[in-house]
């Protein structure tokens, strides 16, 4: 008995190591496959996979980043009623470049198994058909679904009609705000009904029910910036002038002076450079203005472009970037100096702010694609970010053996969690390695090689987002390279979500952004690879121009 015993776990054993190795393989295939945007390789990764439930959920997500509708096709015929691979496959269908005629994916969707995430991604297609289905289904399943459905009724857009929304708000109120809030439909919610709402619920509320402030909580500062936002006048705005939070009272300050507000009545000298720059708009007083400017750091910067031309040697010889330079010589001497200047200076230095000062212009429209190539000329792999960014370079991947990409997924697993220490506290993350192994890697090997040391936030929208990674601090820049798009299933619904900032599919880099409260409009269309664990008193009080002194990996 126990050599039959010995022998039983022995075979056990090998079976275990050649399922593992066989899971290895597939995972490395799929991973390949939409690294290299190569269908061939999705088509045998599915092949390889058999009825292994979780590989065929990869392949489906996998089919909607390359994206691959022949094998998108496959899954759904063979495994479209399971619930978990509909779902993905309902997902994957949101990503994206799935540009595949809206008849076919619905007629695809509409025979998976039915489920939020596929009422959803039908809603998502704004096909007449796909809605009615929708609403059909949901009426047969006794609302089993409304919630998902009353959360996404946006995504159909002008298929919504007031009855429909007016109908789901009466059984799924707090779902149905979100959906009034991005179709700007007001008259339908009621404060009373949301008075114990979840925050996220709450924020979005409070722009289309008929008493904001009686969903105010002060202890929310997201709720604040929401309230000063929706009711845009100068009451609201003076009540928190002298907030505590700082983003609270840089809201307050620009809808304070937006509506009418004197800037007498606000102390230029006690603000931090984020609040200094939205009330320098309604500073007439240039000597008030030279004295910000003097302050010298972030104060210089965001004075700049409002100095007198008088002081134009003053500012062209202090240490602001090219690109506030270049904002500045806009005010003097108009746009087309500015970029008459903008060429003479890459051409004498090349430096990165100017080149994102001339791809800021191509967005514009103010300079042709062929004039910032003829400029790059030889060194395109310096500005390869700008380029790709800009959509005159397109990312093509290099081909790897699979080695490389199983070694990428076992490296990508030990990935756990990562500080990003600023001069305003800490904020302590954690990895999503099973959802983006490469991106993961790409902001490990980064942080390893000190790339965001000294890197401030260069974009932070209160109530919305904090964005840093860019070392030009344009929002332009990156590092010469950039990576493809890991869309997947997770989604940005709480505060703490960080996700890749992008120009556009696979052009994502260095830049990343930290969400400050629910932004489900962001689902599936910008790589989750990471989330906020503690730190969120620090998060709030993160304006722009707040350094990252360094990001530290954790084992």
Not at 30 to 41: D, F, G
Not at 206 to 232: H, S
Not at 497 to 525: C, E, R, V, W
Request: proline share 3%.
């Amino acid at each position: 008995m126990k050599k039959i015993s010995f022998f039983a776990i022995l075979v056990f054993l090998i079976s275990c190591s050649s399922n593992t190795l066989k899971k290895d393989y597939v995972k490395a295939l799929i991973l390949k496959a939409e690294n290299e945007r190569n269908a061939v390789c999705l088509r045998k990764a599915y092949s390889k996979a058999g009825n292994d439930k979780k590989l065929i959920k990869k392949i489906a997500i996998a089919s909607g980043r390359i994206p691959d509708f022949y094998t998108y096709k496959l899954i759904a015929e063979k495994f479209g009623k399971n619930k978990e691979i509909a779902d993905a496959l309902a997902v994957a269908s949101m990503f994206p470049g799935f540009n595949v005629p809206k008849k076919k994916v619905v007629k695809v969707l509409s025979n998976l198994s039915f489920s939020g995430n596929v009422a959803m991604a039908m809603l998502n297609t704004k096909d007449k058909t796909a809605f009615n289905i929708v609403l059909n289904r949901n009426k047969i399943q006794k609302n089993r679904y409304g919630k998902d459905i009353a959360f996404n009724l946006w995504r159909a857009g002008k298929l919504v009609s007031d009855k429909t929304l007016k109908d789901f708000y009466k059984t799924n109120p707090y779902e149905t705000v979100y959906s009034l809030y991005r179709l700007k439909k007001k008259g339908i919610a009621k404060a009373e009904d949301l008075l114990n709402a979840d925050i996220n619920t709450k924020f979005y509320a409070m722009f289309v029910v008929d008493n904001p402030e009686k969903l105010l909580n002060e202890n929310k500062w997201q709720l604040k910036v929401a309230l000063i936002r929706t009711k845009n006048n100068l009451k609201t705005a003076k009540m928190f002038l002298n907030d505590s939070n700082p983003l609270v009272k840089q809201v307050a300050i620009e809808f304070y002076l937006k509506n009418g507000g004197k800037v007498s009545q606000i102390d230029l000298n006690s603000l931090n450079p984020a609040q200094i720059e939205v009330a320098l708009p309604f500073v007439k007083n240039k000597a008030k203005i030279e004295k910000i400017f003097d302050k010298g750091g972030f104060y210089s910067y965001v004075a700049a472009p409002y100095m007198p031309e008088n002081a134009y040697e003053k500012v062209m010889k202090s240490k602001i970037s090219y690109y506030q330079k270049l904002k500045y010589i806009e005010k003097v001497k108009g746009k087309n100096s500015a970029m008459e200047i903008a060429k003479e200076m890459f051409k004498k230095n090349g430096e990165t702010t100017v080149t994102a000062y001339l791809t800021e212009k191509l967005e514009e429209g103010k300079l042709k694609k062929e004039e910032l190539l003829s400029l790059v000329q030889n060194s395109q792999k310096k500005y390869i970010s700008f380029l790709i960014d800009a959509g005159i370079v397109k990312f093509n991947p290099q081909s790897r053996p699979l080695a490389y990409y199983i070694a990428k997924i076992k490296q990508s697993e030990k990935l756990t969690k990562f500080i990003i220490e600023t001069n305003k506290g800490k904020l302590e993350c954690e990895f999503f390695p099973e959802y983006a192994p490469l991106t993961c890697l790409n902001f490990y090997k980064l942080a390893k090689s000190g790339y965001y040391n000294g890197i401030f936030f260069h974009r932070v929208i209160p109530g919305f987002v904090a964005q840093a990674g860019d070392p030009t601090g344009t929002g332009y820049g990156g590092p010469e390279y950039s990576i493809r798009c890991e869309y997947n299933m997770l989604e940005y619904n709480e505060e703490g979500i960080i996700g890749m900032a992008l120009a556009g599919k696979d052009t994502g880099g260095s830049q990343f952004f930290i969400t400050h409260i629910a932004t489900p409009h962001l689902n599936y269309n910008y790589t989750i690879f990471a989330k906020l664990t503690d730190g969120f008193s620090t998060l709030s009080q993160i304006p722009r121009f707040t350094r990252i002194k360094e990001v530290k990996i954790k084992n």
